[in-house]
C-alpha cells in the first residue's frame, strides 16, 4: 500500500501563546509534533502561515508526500460556529472576530478542514482517547488562565444554539461577586477559580506575615505551598474547592452527567482534584458523580483535533478540494 492510499491528517492546536500541530496516520497514532510561539503572530493570515509552515516542518520530518494528507482540523480559544467554520470570537490573547478559519484553511492546503472550540476539542479528546472512553455523557472542565466546560451529550458535543455552551466561567454560585461582567472581563467564576483569578486572591490576602511563600505565585505554585503546608495556600485551595464543587454539583443536577473530567494547567493539579472530591462527598449522596482528572493532560486538545480531523477526511470527499 502506497503512502497516497495510506494518507494522513494534521491536528492544530490555537493558544494564546503558543501553536502547536500533529501529523496522524488515519489510525490516529501521532507521527511527528511541532510547535511555536504565536508571538508577534496574531493576526489570522499569520496564524495561517504560521501553520503552514509547520505542516511543511511535520511532512519533511516524518517522510510524508504532500499528496498524502487528507484532511486538517483546529481547535481556537473562544466562541466558534461549528457548521459555518467560523471562528465568532476568541479571547483577548487574539483579539479575533468572525474569523473565517475553515474557509483559510481549506485554501491554504486544499483538503477538508473543521474547526472547533478548544475546550470542545479537549472534551472529544477524552471521549476518543482519555478519562471519558466509552462514556456517553460528560462535562470536561478546563481550568487554566480561565475556566470553561465542553458537554458531551449522548456522544456528541453539545455546542448550544449560539455556540457558546459550557461558558461556566460567567456562573454564579455562592462566593462569587454577583454583578454582570463587563465585556472582556473574566466571568465571576472564572475571576475566582481560574488561575489569574486564584493567583490574584493570593496577592490579595497574602502579607509579610501570613505566607511562608513569596507573594507572586501561580496558581499551581499555590497548590503545591497548600500541599506542604502553608496555612493561607491551603486556606486558597481549600476555597477554590468549594466553588469548584458548586459548580459542578449545579452541572450535574441540571446534566445529569456521571463523569466530570479536570484538565488545564490548573484543573490537573492533584490537590484541587482531592480537595475538590472531599467537598462533592458531603454534599452528593447519590454516589453516582464522579470526577476523575484528565488522561491526556495538556494534549487533549490536540488528540481531540486528531479525532475530529479522522472524522472530517472520512466524511467529505477530498476531491472537492483539489488545486
Known amino acids: 500500500m502506497t503512502e497516497q492510499q495510506i494518507g494522513y491528517v494534521v491536528a492544530v492546536d490555537i493558544g494564546g501563546t503558543n501553536l502547536r500541530l500533529a501529523l496522524a496516520d488515519m489510525a490516529g497514532a501521532i507521527v511527528a509534533r511541532w510547535s511555536s510561539s504565536t508571538a508577534g503572530s496574531r493576526g489570522a493570515e499569520a496564524i495561517i502561515e504560521l501553520i503552514r509552515s509547520g505542516v511543511e516542518n511535520l511532512l519533511e520530518h516524518a517522510s510524508v508526500p504532500r499528496g498524502s494528507l487528507r484532511a486538517i482540523a483546529a ?5 466558534t460556529d461549528v457548521d459555518a467554520g467560523v471562528v465568532i470570537a476568541t479571547s483577548y490573547l487574539l483579539g479575533w ?59 456528541q458535543p453539545f455546542r448550544g444554539m449560539g455556540w457558546s455552551a459550557g461558558e461556566i466561567g460567567y456562573m454564579l454560585v455562592p462566593g462569587v461577586p454577583d454583578r454582570p461582567a463587563d465585556r472582556g472581563e473574566p466571568g465571576a467564576l472564572e475571576g475566582l477559580i481560574g488561575g489569574e483569578g486564584i493567583k490574584a486572591e493570593w496577592q490579595r490576602r497574602w502579607s509579610e ?74 454534599w452528593s449522596g447519590r454516589g453516582d458523580l464522579q470526577l476523575t482528572r484528565s488522561v491526556l493532560g495538556a494534549d487533549a486538545q490536540l488528540i481531540g483535533a486528531v479525532s475530529l480531523a479522522l472524522t472530517t477526511a472520512n466524511s467529505r470527499s477530498v476531491l472537492t478540494f483539489q488545486g
Open 209 to 282: 506575615g501570613s505566607a511562608a511563600l513569596g507573594k507572586d505565585l501561580t496558581a499551581t505554585e499555590i497548590f503545591d505551598g497548600a500541599l506542604t503546608g502553608d496555612p493561607l495556600a491551603q486556606s486558597i485551595l481549600e476555597q477554590s474547592a468549594r466553588i469548584l464543587a458548586f459548580a459542578i454539583y449545579n452541572l450535574s443536577l441540571v446534566l445529569n452527567c456521571p463523569l466530570f473530567v479536570l484538565g488545564g494547567g490548573v484543573g490537573l493539579h492533584p490537590a484541587l482534584l482531592e480537595a475538590t472530591r472531599r467537598v462533592l462527598a458531603q
Open 75 to 79: 481547535g481556537a480559544p473562544g466562541v
Open 97 to 155: 472576530r468572525d474569523v473565517p478559519l475553515r474557509d483559510l484553511l481549506e485554501a491554504a492546503f486544499g483538503v477538508p478542514a473543521a474547526v472547533d472550540n478548544d475546550v470542545n476539542l479537549a472534551a472529544i479528546g477524552e471521549s476518543w482517547a482519555g478519562a471519558a472512553k466509552g462514556t456517553s455523557d460528560f462535562v470536561f472542565l478546563a481550568i487554566g488562565t480561565g475556566i470553561g466546560a465542553g458537554i458531551v451529550l449522548n456522544g
